[in-house]
């Protein structure tokens, strides 16, 4: 493995992808949640509805500044 910026027991749920063509879209996302090198949950939810549904939104990086950014958007 590479090196890396964070903290080996740092949370991380990571890897969102988003795809523009021909006024389409599609956003899709990993569901791994890691702590260290250990995987905690291998079916996490990156990629949700926000508000009435017409927005989507993918969440990467520290798990749980995604989760609280998610709340106050919702």
Known sequence: MGPSHAS???WHGTTILTVR???KV??????QVT???TII???ARKVRR????NVIAGFAG???DAFT???RLE
């Open 8 to 10: 080996p027991d740092t």
């Open 41 to 43: 949950k291998g079916t």
């Open 21 to 23: 063509k021909g006024g």
């Open 35 to 37: 702590f260290g090198q």
């Open 62 to 64: 520290s798990t749980a």
């Open 50 to 53: 926000v508000g009435s549904g």
């Open 26 to 31: 599609v956003i899709a996302g990993d569901g």
């Open 69 to 71: 950014l998610f709340e």
